[in-house]
């Protein structure tokens, strides 16, 4: 028999209203929307009580690590993190072994996805096994729902290619995302370049680096007409280069990271590796100017970049240990710090980690009838019932030890935070309750 849920006294967020309201949902779908409703008998009942009552969050950016020949994490224990998190969809990353740049890993990674409570939706590669040489075959990964395309860890170097990528993508309506980095400027960096890279002796990760890919691919989206998403983005430059983008009316998308807008490059100076991330952690400026994007809406999206890592591997020196950090079980608390805490603005915080997510992937049902949808919603009628209940008053100290995913290489462990997921409902059913899974 189908669980009737009832959301109970929580402050429902649409994209414009912000008001007290019951929810209750029935058969995956949302059924009525108001104060004070009648709670139907044999109905469970979830207490949102000074709670955000929103749509679930979508992170365009994860790494799940399969396939893979060293698992560190798998799409299993991946979904459980974001179920943590308040996540409802995830955008599994190509860079895995090997790269997701055919219809058959597609379909593998898919099929592994539909076994875990939430949505998985795969990005797929540019280029085959990510070279940036010769375009992957994008139509028939397309086919099978893909939407987002990239070949992320490097960028597609080669302007003729990354031209030709463009033109092949726009009558499949896809996305392309590029992660911003030209690698013969930053090849062999560590950390961000600057007076404190020179003096710790590590070689840097210059913001011209990604400056230049930022400026080539508006440029190339201008001439093909295409739509570029522009991942992980770090400087204040940037953000200019984006607004001025947007001005002259191009289909670009920018996101940040969490762990971009609240840390800076001072915290490698103990040469801990667990701050060791690329792009790199930027200035204490650029940290400033990308949380002033957050509010102004210069920035669409916040993503995780989620990225496990061995503890081995962690382990070693600062030059020669992997990038990346955990993200997707407090991500939220880290959006909703940089938005300002208390000031937060709460149609902006689900702006961020949803519905403009939702958008970018194509994940909602009125964008793209191909593929996973009814993400990002309205908190409406009808709507289907992929929700979050986010407590914004509760303060809570993150620890590594107990992460659902199978790595601990967060930099975030033993800090206090403010805002927790209290509960997820992903496909209609209460996947988390009480910051536990069910």
């Known amino acids: 028999m189908t669980t009737r849920l009832v959301v109970r006294g929580g402050v429902v967020v649409g994209p414009k209203t912000v008001a007290p309201a019951d929810v209750v949902i029935e058969g995956g779908r949302i059924t009525a929307v108001g104060e004070n409703l009648d709670v139907p008998s044999r109905s469970r009942v979830v207490d949102a009580s000074g709670c955000w009552v929103g749509p679930g969050f979508v992170d365009i950016h994860t790494h799940l690590r399969e396939p893979s020949v060293n698992e560190c994490d798998t799409i299993e224990s991946g979904a459980r993190a974001g179920a943590i998190g308040g996540y409802c969809a995830l955008v599994a990353m190509p860079n895995t072994e090997p790269a997701l740049d055919s219809a058959a890993l597609v379909a593998y990674v898919l099929q592994l996805g539909a076994r875990t409570p939430l949505d998985v939706a795969v990005a797929g590669a540019i280029t085959k096994g990510r070279l940036g040489e010769s375009l992957a075959p994008m139509a028939e990964m397309a086919a099978l729902g893909v939407r987002l395309f990239t070949d992320d860890g490097r960028a597609v170097d080669d302007p003729s290619v990354m031209r030709r990528a463009l033109t092949y993508a726009k009558p499949l309506g896809v996305r392309l995302a590029q992660h911003c980095e030209d690698e013969r400027l930053a090849g062999g960096g560590a950390m961000n370049e600057g007076a404190l890279s020179s003096r710790l002796g590590l070689v840097g990760r210059p913001a011209l680096a990604e400056e230049l890919m930022v ?224």
């Open 215 to 438: 400026m080539r691919d508006i440029e190339l989206a201008a001439l093909t007409g295409g739509s570029v998403h522009f991942m992980h983005l770090t400087t204040a430059r940037s953000m200019d280069l984006l607004r001025a983008a947007r001005a002259r009316g191009l289909d670009v998308t920018a996101e940040v990271t969490a762990h971009h807008v609240t840390l800076d490059e001072s915290l490698c100076e103990g040469f801990d590796p667990i701050y060791k991330v690329h792009p790199p952690l930027r200035t204490v400026a650029d940290v400033a100017a990308l949380r002033r994007a957050l509010v102004d809406g210069t920035v669409d999206a916040v993503a995780t970049d989620h990225a496990p890592h061995s503890p081995e591997s962690k382990d070693l020196p600062f030059d020669e240990a992997p990038p990346g950090m955990l993200g997707l079980e407090h991500a939220a608390a880290l959006v909703y710090e940089a938005l300002g805490g208390g000031d937060c603005d709460p149609r902006r915080f689900f702006d961020l980690l949803s519905r403009a997510p939702a958008r970018i992937a194509q994940l909602r049902s009125s964008d793209q009838p191909v593929g996973l949808s009814g993400h990002g919603s309205d908190v409406l009628v009808g709507d289907d019932a992929n929700l979050v209940i986010f407590d914004p008053s509760s303060q809570w100290r993150i620890n590594r030890d107990a992460l659902h995913s199978r790595t601990a290489n967060t930099p975030y462990h033993e800090r206090l935070v403010i805002g927790r997921v209290r509960a997820t409902i992903a496909k209609g059913h209460l996947v988390v309750e009480d910051g536990e899974l069910t």
